[in-house]
């Protein structure tokens, strides 16, 4: 819900005179998506897929609550395995060092994530 309110905000404040404008030069529908609207969304795709990245690596209480890692540790998520360090195993302080690891981890993707968008944005 989240990524599609933010997308249809984005597409919200997209002004409609540049898509009359690039109608009237015989723009297609897809060239207008990709001249005019994709343009004017990307920052909002940007920002949402970073969002959408941390959410998903922090998904931990869903997965547990639902299969505890199971059946088989098919749904073992990474942050299932610093928990289970500390409360099942008694291992807490290298359950907190797994979790400094997955932060620096998580940082180091998502900082070349938007670096390597960011300098799309540039070169166009």
Not at 42 to 68: D, E, G, K, M, Q
Not at 72 to 92: C, N, V
């Amino acid at each position: 819900p989240q990524t599609t309110v933010a997308l249809l905000a984005g597409l919200q404040n997209t002004p409609h005179e540049l898509h009359e404008a690039a109608a009237l030069d015989g723009a297609g529908a897809w060239r207008r998506f990709l001249t005019v609207t994709w343009p004017a969304i990307r920052p909002v795709a940007l920002a949402i897929t970073a969002l959408n990245f941390i959410w998903n690596f922090n998904s931990f209480a869903l997965v547990y609550v639902l299969t505890n890692g199971g059946p088989g540790g098919r749904t073992r998520l990474p942050m299932l395995f610093p928990y289970e360090e500390a409360f099942r195993y008694g291992q807490f302080g290298y359950a907190a060092a797994m979790g400094c690891v997955m932060v620096a981890v998580i940082s180091v993707l998502l900082a070349l994530y938007l670096v390597g968008r960011l300098k799309g944005d540039e070169d166009q």
